[in-house]
Structure formats: C-alpha cells, structure tokens
C-alpha cells in the first residue's frame, strides 16, 4: 500500500522523468509537500509567491523542452498562480499544476449545484476557475482514479497543441492508502491523433507547387518550431530551399542574426527589412506562428496582400480565426511538416531565389536598428546600444529572459541571436514580473547554467521577493534592471494621447521606487551601476563574468520611443491614417519609401 501523495510523486519521477518541482507549501497541500520532500531523485526550489512559481515552471519548461510542475495549496495558492498559469495557456508551454484541497466532504465540487460560495477553510472553488485555460483540469474524488487522471494530464500536455494542465487533490484523498495493483490505467489511444499520411503528402506537395512558381518567398518562422523540437530540420529546410527567414515575437532566437539568409524581425514593433520582405513577398510561409495582432497588426487586411499566405499551426482553430486568412491552410506539428518538405524537396527542382535573398540582405543591411547617434551618446545610454551591447557579449548557447515593455521590446528589435541561443519572454500575456521567475526555472531547468535576466524596474517590482530565492539557491543569474524611472511605455501613451497628463507611471505621479543599490544589499547579492554609455560594454563584460548571481541596475535615459513601430500618420488635410506594416514611423520620404517596394504601394488617401 502507498498513501496517494507518494504514489504521485514517485510517478512523475520514474514514469514521466521529473527532476524538478516549484512549490510554496501550504496546509491544504501538506499531504503533497511531505510526499515531495521525500521522494528520491525529486528536486524541489520554493518560491515566496504562487505568481512567480507558475512562470519559474514556464521558463524551466522553455529551456528544457519538458513538462514544468508546480505545487501550490488551497484557496489563495491556486489562486495567486493563475497569472502566470495564463502566460504557459496564450504561449503553448507544457506545465502540471497540482494543488492542494480541502477534504472532500467541505468541498464545493463534491455537491452539485449546492449555491454556496465556500464550505471548507481557505476553499475556492479552482478548477472551475481555471478551466478556460488549461488544457485538462479536474478534482481528483476517487483515490484510485489517480493513476489514470496524472498520465492523461501529462500526455495532453505535452501533444497536440501543447499547455498547461491542472489537478486538484482534497486533503483526505492526498492521504488516503492505495494498492497499485487496483488502479485505474489511461490508455494515451483515448486522445492520440495519428498523422494522415495522405493529408501531409497532399498538403505539402501544395506548398512545393507554389514555390515553384514563387519568385520572393519568405518563411516566417514561430516558436511552434520550437515546441516541436524542430529546430534543425527548420535550418535544413532554410538552407536547402534558401528561403529568406523572418523571425516572429516568439521565434525570435531560431536563427542567428549573421545567417545569410536571416532578414529581420516582423512585428508592429519589429525590423524594417522584416517588414518590407513580409509585405513584398508573393508566398508568405508561416510556419508555427499563429499570427497575432502584434505581428499582423490591426490593418491585418493587408498584410502580405498579394503573396498566397500558407500558415501551418498544430491548432485547427487558429487556421479558422477571424484575422489573417490563408490560402492554404495546413494544419500540422511544425516538426511533422518540415520533414516532409525537406523529403518532398529533394526531387521537386525548386527555383533559386538568390536575387529575392540579395534584395533582403540589401534592406536588412541599410536599415539597421540601432543608428549612428545611438552609438555616439556617450552619456546618456540607449536602450537600443545597450542591448545590442549585451547581446554580442552573450556566448553561443547562451540563455536569457526578458519582462514586457523596453527589456523585451528593444531586445526583440535590437538584439544579435548566436548559434543554439535561448533567448525568450511571454508573447500571449507580456506580463510585467515575468522576467526574474522565468529566468529562475530557466536555470534550474538548465543544471545551473548562466542566465542572463532583463527586468524594467516597474516590471522586476511585480516579483521582487524571488531575489531571495535567487540568492537562497545562490543561482548565477545576472540580473539586468533597465532603469529608466518608472514605466516608459505608459508614459508613451500619455504623451502621444493624453497631453502628458501623468498618471501612474513614475515617482512623480504615484509609482515609488526603491533604491536598487540598498535593495541588492538588503538580498546579499553583488551590486553594480552602469550610468553611462562610454563605460557600458565594459561592464557589461564585467557583470556577465561574474561568479554566481548579480544585481546590475542600467540607468536608461529616461525618455525614448521604440523605433521603428507601426504609427498612424496625419495627412496635409488632416485625416489620419492607419499605416500597413511597411511603413513603419519615423517615415521614410516617399521617394525612399517606394525604393523598397516591388508590389503597388497603397494610396495615402
């Protein structure tokens, strides 16, 4: 016999190869929290809040490729990891959640339509709650379901379109006795989807007759590539097609920026080069990107308007969705997809694009991100130098994590990718507070490794207590704070919509900081500043040298804009217009603009 706690954990371990587990204890989990101290070959790293456990087991999920788990408690625990519970359901990631209950019998989902909002002590009624954004979610009520219901979660979690999962285990089941013997058994042919021969030869055979007639083909490469392991076949079939690449949010580390073949970055907030080569090309191939309004834009009616847009997504509904239409959809595991392709390449006598390439390669080198005045302020530092700064410091295989706003932002446009680089943030739900946890289960995830983490100072605020558990586990993360006192993109938005009317959005309208320099004192980690341009990349080296962890606040000059991004631009009559992606602000002048355009631009009216 074995008490329903153990049986759990000794499964992860030896059934689904878990080493690691995120947790804050608690009484409703106590059952859960003895069974995780106990089990051989189980590591477990405690949080100081159920927010930052949740994304600490997206970041290790990230970097390793396998499922993240956390352990949280009744009530407030499980309730608090929903933020970041909603970050691993908008981004794809595999992650188990198992918290804690109270007993069944003062337990809501044990009654139906009982009208209460609570029976037992500290008791929410969290699967309910969480439902809508996971991919399995269910109270365990019968001790020998436990082996059915934890193998069914792990393997939706980890097929199909990937995400998170939830079980919710009353005290009195976490203790009560089972033989294994009587156990219930999940059979993964219940949810597993075979792979229509048929369709894929079919489908893909649609995308070679298109390439063949194509002369300015791109493949707009998404983090679906990455959730499919699918890695080198996406540089195989780049390099054996020459198809020029595009890099989306959260494709962005799939291929390094000296690629020949690497064009720019797509986005509302992205490349210019990216942009033009997207809007210009006469086949769009996306392939594990589903497109968001970030990448599209609002104006979405005319991106890539005259190329046959191809998108591949592992989710049926994503094809079918009332933004970017495609010609032809394919729905299909990125990994899956790309295999054929290079298989069905072999014999299809595809064309060369090497004049499309070099018109690419021209664009991309003639705008660059980071511009000449940048680099010759040597005061005030830039956010686009010091990222560019911070990035050509970085290694090969090197692992980083960013928040929202500037840390992500100029990173995204800005940064230089290398060879097997792992360089992320969330896409689907840009969380502030996001950075400092992901970049804790991105290192334990990765055996201890470096890890370079980029936090605003608004943002590195929404989660500050896991410092202690950086320097508790004396993890060797270095911890980058872009200080460019408070939050610059609401400042932006203040300033272009509202008059400047602060609000909320630095000292001097409400939002207190603390001293960082004090603050990295009060956590015993090392401290450094870096408040000017001249000696940044020097101490840059220095901090990314360092031994262990380290706090380095970067004073940002305080006010920028993100450039280039998607604007809208008034007319000498004074109409605004929404711009398409190609023209992206500050505007170049007509004449310049319409260089870098092969199809019909649109009119400005």
Known sequence: MIK???YIMQRLVEKHGVKDIFMISGGGAMHLNDA?????????ICNHNEQATAIAVEGYARVTGKIGVANVTTGPGGANAIGGLISSWLDSIPALFISGQVKLETCLANYENIGLRQIGDQEINIIDMVKPVTKYAEIIKEPKQIKKMLDKAIYLA?????GPVWLDIPLDIQGAMIDESELAEYDEQEDKKEINQQYLESKVAEVIKELKQAKRPVLVAGHGIRLANAQKEFLQVVEKLGLPVISTFNGFDLIPTDHPLYVGRMSTIGTRAGNFAAQNSDVYLSVGSRNNVRQISYNWKVVAREATKIIVDIDPLELKKPTLKPDLPINLDAKIFLQELLKQAETADLPAYTDWADWCRVRRDRYPVVLPEYRNNKEDIEPYTFFESLTKQMPEGAIATAGNGTACVCLFQAGIVKKNQHIFWNSGSAAMGYDLPAAIGACVGSDKKDVVCVAGDGSLMMNIQELATVAHNKLPIKIFIMNNDGYISIRQTQANFFDKRWIACDDNSGVGFPDFAKTAA?????YQLI??????????????????PIICEVKLKREYTFSPKLSSKKLPNGKMVSKPLEDLFPFLSREEFLENMIIDPLSEE
Not at 36 to 44: A, D, H, P, S
């Open 531 to 548: 408040n000017e341009q001249s000696s940044m990349e020097k101490q840059i080296a220095e901090v990314l040298n360092t031994k262990g």
């Open 522 to 526: 009060a956590f015993g980690l090392p």
């Open 4 to 6: 329903v706690a153990d």
């Open 36 to 44: 995780i101290g106990k089990c051989e070959g189980l590591n477990y």
């Open 158 to 162: 980890t097929h199909g379109r990937k």
